[in-house]
């Protein structure tokens, strides 16, 4: 019985082995991450604290917003909710804006940005993930994209702005349109003198919903959203206060160099974005245009879904 047994453990290990090997190699494809739902806190590398939170299931995705210093919170409450059961989504407020905290010294450079990017990945223990970004965001977004590639496994542009100096003088043009002759400031103002009294006599006028929205029912109801998003302004201070020159930048030519792929999604009468979709330059951008102005996700909500929700199931896992 015993060299009956003895003869038997050969054949033994190898389905032990056979097994093992099955094991292991169903192993290799089970996903990467393991998020945790829930508002949490990156302390940068220099001891910033920025607020995140983590929401849904499925693929990363991390949501750079714009403003500058907008916050995360109304795309989170009007886009972002939306998306939750296909996208594991990361909703951050970048340094100086909504709840996170301001550094010491102005260190807002678009490096540093791109930096608290790469640490938030690292945290959340990813090996890649999808960056999203709306209006300014595209710019940091598109910069983070050129520093990290093999970290994005795509990128989806909402509105995107990756030309701020165009976008300035396109939101100065239309926001100067709008108003009466004698309302517009003089051509010799430097463009951020101007901006500043543009957008004070729109909304003198009751105009300011105009410059980026299709109604004001549709400006009214993200303004009641962005009431949730945070007392922090200081980046954007920085920034219309011309103090950053890293934002004064055209960020189009980098998008040539990326080959991950890339959802634009544009508003037909979107005036504000400068640059425009048809002149970026990446490889493998699929653009979506919608009608409406700068909010597509506010304006356009179930085709912005389906848009963003059919580009993310068509990525190759290999991407």
């Not at 003869?7 to 190699?25: C, D, E, H, I, K």
């Not at 010294?105 to 690292?122: F, I, K």
């Not at 957008?199 to 009751?206: C, I, Y």
């Not at 700068?294 to 085709?303: D, K, M």
């Amino acid at each position: 019985m015993l060299r009956s047994a003895l003869s038997r453990l050969p054949f033994a290990l190898l389905l032990l082995s056979l097994l093992l090997v099955f094991t292991l190699g169903q192993a290799r494809h089970l996903p990467k991450h393991t998020l945790t739902n829930g508002p949490t806190t990156l302390l940068t590398s220099d001891s910033v604290r920025l607020y995140v939170r983590v929401a849904g299931q499925g693929t990363p995705c991390v949501f750079v917003h714009g403003g500058p210093g907008a916050g995360s919170y109304a795309f989170e409450q009007l886009g972002g909710r939306p998306l939750e059961q296909q996208l594991h989504m990361i909703y951050f407020d970048q340094r100086g804006s909504g709840r996170s905290a301001s550094p010491a010294g102005n260190a807002y450079s678009m490096p540093r940005m791109v930096q608290d990017l790469e640490e938030l990945r690292r945290q959340l223990g990813l090996e890649r993930w999808v960056v999203m970004a709306h209006s300014f965001g595209g710019a940091i977004a598109t910069a983070y994209a050129a520093q990290y590639p093999q970290r994005v496994q795509a990128l989806i542009l909402v509105n995107g702005v990756l030309n701020p100096p165009a976008s300035l003088e396109a939101m100065l043009s239309y926001g100067t349109a709008l108003l009466p002759a004698e309302a517009r400031p003089d051509a010799a103002l430097s463009p951020m003198q101007r901006f500043g009294l543009v957008m004070g006599a729109l909304q003198q006028r009751q105009l300011g919903s105009r410059l980026q929205f299709s109604s004001d029912s549709l400006a009214a109801r993200t303004g009641r959203a962005s009431r949730g998003s945070g007392p922090n302004h200081d980046f954007a201070a920085q920034v219309f206060g011309g103090r950053l020159p890293d934002y004064g930048h055209d960020y189009v030519p980098a998008s040539a160099t990326l080959t991950m792929p890339v959802l634009t999604i544009v508003g037909q009468d979107d005036r504000t974005t400068g640059a425009e979709a048809h002149t970026f330059r990446f490889p493998r951008q699929q653009v979506v245009v919608v009608p409406g102005k700068h909010y597509s996700f506010v304006e356009q909500p179930a085709t912005f879904r389906r848009a963003v929700v059919s580009f993310v199931q068509k990525l190759p896992r290999n991407s």
